[in-house]
């Protein structure tokens, strides 16, 4: 029972809405996985004063987290499509909630950051299947929506983020932040052993990539210790320069190896899909618009002299407003906008929100409309581009185009955190309105991009995922 999957209650199976009732399951890993990235920005100056840290160590506590994560996705999802989606999902869990309970029992800075990244492969375990799950258990004419519900719970997790946290903080102390994870987790646990649907298909993987895995590890792991210590990491000018050389190095490395190898980690063919491509690129830039806010205005707002509860709740308008949008965009546009238009829709609207906080006040009053454009922008943009990517992956792929997307989005979160971080070393302490402004021009470089990609993308025909 341990290592197959156990079929659902026959109650369960032959209900009519039944994929809904596992959409909903797979919802509470995607609202775990965003709560914890986004409330753990709050914790960032209770850390540094009980450990005795700069903002560069302790960032280390969300990139730790998201290198693991963004090395694991793709094998992940790969093993997953061979051995069983909803057995990975399961284990996923078991692994997120234990690793949650030790983080806020960890006695040191070290400690935490070590947790962190065991509670990164649970959250591969999630992740990486979340999406297939959602594709494989909805009917094909209800993947958007279907997506847009899970999407809109990702949005919740982020919204209840930095209100729960900054309450959590002020009130009974940061190692709570990681506590809430637990009884969540088993909640969860106990509906996805009921509700989800075993594994049709499966795709045999006939060796694991270990290289490709090393090499993919190396290049994050060096690209982000590269852009945290020019943040102001205590590391030496040459070491810099040999992280950022040994990430492009790995990272060409890791090409060559996915070229090579009889049983690639990352199959480079579904990159050549018209729509694949540019989709990724813009999942990766729209995961660092949505994560650099959330670093940006916590430490902006209390350079400025804001309470931790007026930031978490100015800070919460953005994945207000992605959850919001992504969840009735789809009854208030319905099938006449296609999701490329929705995609472009979105990311203008993103641009729009960030130039506005390049030329606006940096106050609460005047942060709080900007921020929920941009995540009304994001809720728009972020379902129509995952399906026009899932739409254009086989079915027989859908765990390893899953995880890919999930890998592009790490990545994004993780650059998100590191580069605004870097950012806000770059401008004068003493002005919290010039820290802003470096980061959103930063920010909004990122909004251009995902318009870009979204001009890329083909049109397609909605229902059978083919360029016309």
């Known amino acids: 029972m341990l290592v197959r999957e156990r079929r659902r209650p026959d109650v369960i199976r032959d209900r009519p809405d039944a994929w809904r009732l596992a959409v909903a399951t797979v919802c509470f890993g995607a609202f775990m996985g965003q709560?914890?990235?986004?409330i753990v920005t709050l914790t960032?100056?209770?850390?540094?004063?009980?450990?005795?840290?700069?903002?560069?160590?302790?960032?280390?506590?969300?990139?730790?987290?998201?290198?693991?994560?963004?090395?694991?996705?793709?094998?992940v999802g790969r093993l997953a499509d061979a051995r069983g989606r909803k057995l990975f999902y399961l284990y996923g869990f078991v692994v997120f909630t234990l690793a949650s309970a030790a983080c806020g029992l960890a006695p040191s800075l070290g400690a935490l950051i070590a947790f962190r990244v065991v509670q990164a492969a649970g959250a591969a375990m999630l992740q990486a299947n979340s999406v297939a799950l959602v594709t494989t258990s909805a009917?094909?004419?209800?993947?958007?929506?279907?997506?847009?519900?899970?999407?809109?719970?990702?949005?919740?997790?982020?919204?209840?983020?930095?209100?729960v946290g900054a309450a959590l903080v002020s009130t009974i102390g940061w190692r709570w932040v990681f506590g809430i994870n637990v009884p969540i987790g088993v909640v969860a646990l106990v509906a996805g052993h009921f509700l989800l649907p075993r594994t049709r298909g499966r795709t045999p993987?006939?060796?694991?990539?270990?290289?490709?895995?090393?090499?993919?590890?190396?290049?994050?792991?060096?690209?982000?210790?590269?852009?945290s210590a020019a943040s102001g990491l205590p590391l030496p000018v040459w070491?810099?320069?040999?992280?950022?050389?040994?990430?492009?190095?790995?990272?060409?490395?890791?090409?060559?190896?996915?070229?090579?190898?009889?049983?690639?980690?990352?199959?480079?063919?579904?990159?050549?899909?018209?729509?694949?491509?540019?989709?990724?690129?813009?999942?990766?830039?729209?995961?660092?618009?949505?994560?650099?806010?959330?670093?940006?205005v916590p430490t902006v707002l209390s350079q400025a002299g804001a309470s931790e509860l007026l930031t978490g709740l100015v800070v919460s308008a953005l994945p207000a407003g992605f959850a919001l949008v992504a969840a009735g965009a789809d009854r208030v546009l319905g099938a006449a906008v296609t999701d490329r238009s929705r995609c472009l829709l979105g990311a203008g609207a993103v641009a729009a929100a960030l130039a506005g906080m390049l030329v606006l006040p940096v106050t609460p009053g005047g942060l709080a409309p900007l921020l929920g454009l941009l995540g009304a922008g994001l809720g728009l943009f972020t379902p129509a581009n995952n399906a026009l990517v899932m739409r254009a992956i086989p079915v027989s792929a859908s765990g390893t185009g899953g995880g890919l997307v999930n890998m592009t989005r790490g990545l994004g979160t993780a650059l998100g955190v590191a580069l605004v971080t870097l950012a806000l070393h770059l401008a004068p302490t003493a002005s919290p309105a010039a820290a802003a402004h470096h980061a959103a021009l930063l920010l909004l470089a990122a909004a251009c991009v995902c318009l870009a990609s979204s001009r890329l993308s083909p049109r397609t025909d909605e229902a059978s995922g083919h360029p016309r």
């Open 44 to 75: 960032y100056h209770s850390l540094r004063q009980e450990f005795g840290a700069p903002l560069a160590g302790v960032e280390w506590v969300s990139l730790a987290y998201l290198v693991t994560l963004v090395a694991l996705l793709v094998p």
């Open 205 to 227: 993987v006939p060796a694991f990539d270990w290289w490709g895995l090393a090499w993919l590890s190396a290049a994050t792991t060096a690209l982000l210790l590269g852009v």
């Open 239 to 296: 070491a810099v320069v040999a992280l950022f050389a040994g990430a492009a190095g790995a990272g060409a490395l890791f090409a060559v190896r996915q070229r090579r190898a009889p049983a690639p980690l990352l199959d480079l063919a579904l990159l050549r899909v018209p729509a694949v491509a540019p989709g990724l690129v813009g999942a990766l830039c729209g995961y660092l618009v949505l994560f650099g806010p959330l670093v940006l």
């Open 139 to 163: 009917p094909r004419e209800k993947m958007r929506a279907a997506l847009g519900v899970q999407a809109a719970a990702q949005a919740v997790g982020l919204a209840l983020g930095p209100t």
């Open 35 to 38: 709560l914890d990235a986004s």
